[in-house]
């Protein structure tokens, strides 16, 4: 983001845009008001200050893990590092995080972390001893813990960081048996779950493909039904970006632009994602990608003529500044808050489809939670049912063709025999949750005459930890 743009966006609290869109949905829900500023709230922050030697010097970190709710345990939530870390960021992701929980059904409060580095300045040591003191701030003051809150990687933090996570979390709590379930997003030789990584962007990709099959929506648009040549730009070509960019390709979608932080990339035939990434790798940036034009100024990116826009990068991009030359029909929302509300009112006028962050996003959460009850099982997901199930079918297979003296394919008979792998259940699971997600926000919206689906899905949010809060009482 250029420097005129930051300080424009970053003019007011991404909290209170939150704040915002929460009374917007409450106006639909009957209820008192104690309860909704209850639920508004922020439970616990932590902010706290470390030292870690640097060389001959000592480093003062400034870093925060926010608990937004804590009516359902463990709290659950990325990660983030980001010189731009800030206590009001941290608290709004958390709060992010209750409410998308709370949407695809998984049994967290929402909770956020964050350091304030810059890790592509800092050695990978030091980013260890970092990551290793701030867990155990953590755990000095109970912030961590497989029943008590779980991170997650998020911006700035993979798999890496949530290994030295875990090894820290063991070493200092020896003999827990659960201590793998203390954090998710680990390696799956450390106990992860196939199909992790990719989650968020697969996650995004399931939920702009089931948009994308009503016709209601895409008639609204003046957009065919399914995903097939449709014109798709993605900015930020990270964990989640990357992932998204490569469904979206492989399911016929063309990706005519790509953006990051050196610049963009165009080509309106299309560009194939797999190509870049290794250009990437070879040179350190996407820019003069073969057969592509660069876009110096990356935000002019988001300009472009496509159908679909994904921001899968950083909040606040798509601001009141550049709303208005923004031509996508559709945009799914792979960032956590990457429209403003002064953003959101001008596209909502222009009618395009804005498909919300606390929905688009929740892959990541919900492969967080299979990687959780994994952890908690000891047992790896298809390890008990792959043999039986494929002895089952076999024995299915053999009534079947006896009966009707045929032999089926042997190609055709692997597919039909094969029993469920770890990466099978969790893709389905997360398929699953999305479709219903998006038919459940879709169904709000259209029962109540919500006037958006961000609002809808607010309301259904905030309808469930309503719910639970009423029946669990409050305490004392
Ligand atoms: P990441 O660090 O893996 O990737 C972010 C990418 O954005 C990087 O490649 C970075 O270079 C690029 N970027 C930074 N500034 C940019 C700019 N101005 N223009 C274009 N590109 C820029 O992070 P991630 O995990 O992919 O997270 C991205 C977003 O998705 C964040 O908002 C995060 O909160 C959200 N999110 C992530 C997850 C997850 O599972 N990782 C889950 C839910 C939401």
Redesign the pocket.
Same mark, same amino acid.
Request: aromatic share 2%; charged share 15%.
């Given at each position: 983001?250029s420097k005129k743009n930051q300080s424009k966006a970053d003019a007011y609290s991404f909290f209170s845009c939150i704040e915002k869109n929460f009374d917007k949905a409450a106006r639909y829900i009957p209820i008192k008001k104690g309860l909704l500023e209850q639920i508004k709230a922020c439970n616990a922050v932590y902010r706290m200050h470390f030292p870690i030697k640097i060389g001959k010097e000592i480093q003062v970190i400034e870093a925060y893990r926010v608990q937004h709710s804590h009516h359902k345990l463990p709290c659950k939530g @990325?990660i983030?590092y980001s010189i731009k870390v800030n206590q009001d960021e941290v608290m709004t992701?958390a709060a992010l995080m209750t409410y998308k929980c709370a949407i695809v059904d998984v049994p967290f409060g929402g909770a956020k972390g964050g350091i304030k580095i810059d890790p592509q300045i800092i050695s990978v040591e030091n980013i260890e001893k970092i990551t290793r003191r701030y867990t155990s701030e953590l755990i000095k003051k109970n912030f961590i813990g497989p029943g008590i809150d779980v991170p #997650?990687?998020?911006?700035?933090t @993979?798999e890496r960081e949530m290994s030295w996570i875990f090894d820290t979390f063991l070493s200092l709590t020896h003999g827990e048996v659960d201590a793998i379930a203390c954090v998710t =997003?680990k390696p799956v030789s450390q106990g992860g779950v196939r199909g992790r990584k990719e +989650? %968020?962007g697969l996650g995004v990709f399931y939920g702009i493909r089931e948009l994308c099959k009503m016709k209601e929506e895409m008639l609204s648009v003046g957009l065919d039904v399914g995903l097939n040549g449709k014109k798709v730009i993605i900015?930020?070509? @990270?964990?989640? =970006?990357y992932h998204a960019a490569k469904f979206f390709h492989d399911a016929g979608a063309i990706i005519v632009a790509l &953006?990051?932080?050196e610049g963009a990339i165009y080509n309106k035939k299309g560009l194939n994602v797999s190509n870049v990434i290794i250009h990437l790798k070879n040179t350190g940036s996407i820019l003069n990608f073969p057969e592509s034009k660069n876009i110096e100024d %990356?935000e002019k990116a988001l300009e472009l003529e496509c159908d679909i826009l994904i921001p #899968? +990068?950083?909040?606040n991009?798509i601001h009141k500044y550049n709303a208005n030359r923004i031509k996508a029909k559709i945009i799914g929302e +792979? &960032?956590?808050g990457p429209v403003t509300p002064e953003a959101d009112d001008i596209l909502g006028k222009k009618g395009v489809i804005i498909v919300p962050d606390i929905y688009l996003?929740a892959g @990541?959460?919900t492969v967080s939670y299979f990687e959780w009850l994994k952890n908690l099982s000891h047992v790896r997901y298809g390890r008990m049912e792959k043999r039986f199930s494929e002895n089952m079918n076999t024995e299915l297979l053999q009534v079947i063709e006896n009966s009707c003296k045929k032999k089926i394919p042997i190609e055709e008979k692997k597919m039909i025999l094969r029993g469920p792998r770890e990466i099978d259940l969790v893709r389905s699971g997360l398929e699953d949750t999305m479709i219903n997600g998006f038919h459940k926000i879709r169904d709000l919206k259209k029962s109540l005459k919500i006037e958006n689906l961000r609002i809808a899905a607010f309301v259904l949010a905030i309808n469930k930890i309503i719910d639970s809060y009423e029946k669990l009482g409050i305490f004392p």
């Open positions: 983001m @990325g983030r992701l #997650a990687p998020d911006y700035g @993979g =997003g +989650a %968020t900015q930020g070509l @990270g964990n989640v =970006g &953006a990051e932080r %990356t #899968a +990068a950083l909040e991009v +792979a &960032a956590n996003n @990541g959460v």
